[in-house]
């Protein structure tokens, strides 16, 4: 078939939209559970196969998972097998790190196929000490997953961007812990702190395995559709992709004008089209 000056045109204004639903495809996006907390709530099993119907491939389970009964967690995971959709990480309390409680963590992130457990929050830490004392409760966590054939990770807020006594909490996590271990970037809580994200995954390059998408905007805080607030996205997963070793993405919505359901699915179409800046 002769190809025609058309064809070249059609084929030129359909290169962006390839070009992002290439990278979907080579990395999966997902969806942090908490963005649709009350459905969940509600309705576990539903919730779960509509998100899988909006098209994300990944979900991430909050701590609420880890008070499931084994049957449930077998349950969930043949539910996701069904809808064609992965729990890849897991969001937990500090407390799922203490020996007695990580063998449980341990069983049901094997049961759902996630390959690690990521650390939601420390509870509270004023001083560098602190930091230094919870980044060795990490270490040692991540050491007991490693043997489990898993992997441990944390989750940043704002704390962790804020200056304590002239250094960055999560510069301390970065350096105290293993190389292996995932410094899950939440990208909105960085740049509202006033940090460079593109300068942090480039001065952590592969460790930025897993990234909480979530946008971030001075007036209206976290209530802004991913792709409308103020971070540079085309920069941050560029860098990602480059120097991080981005492995998976997940969008995270703390809430907008929308119904959970369908700030989910508005934000996860503005992924797939790539219209940001």
């Known amino acids: 078939m002769p190809i025609t000056r058309r064809t070249l045109l059609q084929t030129a204004a359909l290169a962006p939209l390839a070009g992002a639903l290439a990278q979907s495809r080579k990395i999966p996006i997902g969806l942090e559970l908490f963005s649709v ?13 509509k998100v899988a119907a909006l098209g994300y491939e990944d979900v991430e389970f909050f701590s609420p998972y ?17 809808v064609g959709i992965k729990c890849l990480s897991t969001h937990n309390s500090f407390a799922n790190y203490k020996p007695e409680n ?32 919870i980044t060795d409760t990490l270490a040692e966590g991540h050491g007991r997953l490693r043997a489990a054939g898993l992997r441990g990770g944390y989750h940043n807020h704002q704390a962790e961007f804020t200056p304590v ?17 995932v410094m899950q970037f939440d990208v909105g809580t960085c740049v509202e702190m006033g940090s460079d994200p593109v300068a942090w995954i480039n ?23 991913y792709g409308e607030g103020a ?23 703390e809430g907008s004008e929308f119904s959970e359901m369908e700030t989910a699915q508005r934000c996860l179409a503005t992924y797939r089209k790539g219209v940001y800046k």
């Open 203 to 225: 001065q952590n390059p592969g460790r930025i395995r897993s990234l909480h998408l979530k946008d971030w905007d001075k007036e209206k805080g976290y209530r802004v559709l």
């Open 66 to 82: 880890y008070n499931w009964t084994p049957e449930q967690a077998k349950d969930v995971r043949k539910l996701m097998d069904d």
């Open 165 to 181: 006594e002239g250094k960055r909490p999560i510069e301390v996590i970065a350096a105290g812990t293993p190389k292996d271990f």
């Open 102 to 133: 990580i063998q449980k963590a341990i069983d049901y992130n094997k049961i759902l196929g996630s390959g690690i457990l990521v650390i939601a929050s420390t509870g509270r830490a004023s001083t560098l000490d602190d930091w230094k004392k």
């Open 37 to 49: 907390r009350k459905s969940l709530q509600e309705d576990l099993m539903g919730t779960v196969r």
């Open 231 to 253: 971070v540079p996205w085309k920069s941050v997963l560029a860098a990602a992709e480059k120097t991080g070793g981005v492995e998976f993405m997940l969008i995270e919505q």
